[in-house]
């Protein structure tokens, strides 16, 4: 089915260790996001990317890193994980830029202790 | 400061019975606000407002903005359980690459 697929779905790391969480999407889509949502903080962007090739910062970028090598792809790093980063973080992409055609993936709850 | 400001933060109530999610925001330079439901995991769309006045509908859902008041509700009639969820008010900015501002969300259980 198309879509955007995250993996992993779940992840425990420990404090100082890194990851990467892909996002792939086979819609063809230009634009494509990393947000994370926290309790009773709404989602917030951290980075997102208009085309291959290009990232740009979100809302919240510190201490996340990302990548656009490949048009379907946007992974978004961590270096050195903080139990701050301790969140669901849901991928998304659309065609073009803004709301509709949305689609998100079904998120990544990550867990730092 | 929350630009997009949901109310209440969460509400009960029984099958059957007609809710009104409220949002307020306090930007003017935006090109829609929409409204999303999200069960377990990702937000699903409903519904994306340009206009003042003109209601959007779809089955038991409609919604409405008022960009003079600075204000969108969203009214679900006749509750069932699978209305149950956390509904997202979101805002898209003016601009190449309009982004989206999200609202804390509203949860809503619908009991039977």
């Known amino acids: 089915n198309a879509g955007v697929t995250q993996t992993p779905k779940f992840r425990v790391l420990k404090t100082g260790q890194s990851m990467t969480l892909l996002c792939a999407q086979d819609?063809?889509?230009?634009?494509m996001y990393w947000y994370r949502q926290d309790p009773g903080m709404g989602l917030r962007l951290i980075h997102y990317?208009?085309?291959?090739?290009?990232?740009a910062k979100g809302e919240v970028p510190d201490g996340y890193n990302v990548s656009r090598l490949k048009k379907q792809n946007f992974l978004l790093g961590l270096e050195s994980a903080a139990p701050s980063q301790t969140s669901v973080y849901f991928c998304?992409?659309?065609?073009?830029?803004?709301?509709?055609?949305?689609?998100f993936g079904s998120g990544t709850r990550l867990t730092v202790v | 400061e929350d630009k997009v400001v949901q109310s209440p933060l969460s509400l009960v109530v029984h099958e059957g019975d007609t809710v009104t999610l409220n949002c307020s925001y306090e930007?003017?330079?935006?090109?829609?606000l929409l409204w999303y439901k999200q069960e377990k995991k990702a937000p699903t769309f409903l519904f994306m407002l340009t206009s003042s006045g003109i209601e959007k509908k779809s089955g038991r859902l409609s919604s409405i903005l008022d960009k003079k008041e600075l204000f969108s509700i969203l009214n679900i009639t006749a509750t069932q359980t699978g209305d149950s969820a956390v509904y997202l008010c979101?805002?898209?900015?003016?601009?190449?690459?309009?982004?989206?501002?999200f609202g804390k969300g509203i949860t809503l259980s619908v009991r039977p």
């Open positions: 979101v805002l898209r900015y003016t601009g190449a690459n309009s982004k989206l501002t």
């Open positions: 819609m063809n889509h230009e634009y």
């Open positions: 990317s208009v085309g291959e090739g290009t990232t």
């Open positions: 930007v003017t330079n935006f090109r829609s």
């Open positions: 998304a992409s659309s065609y073009y830029s803004g709301g509709v055609g949305y689609t």
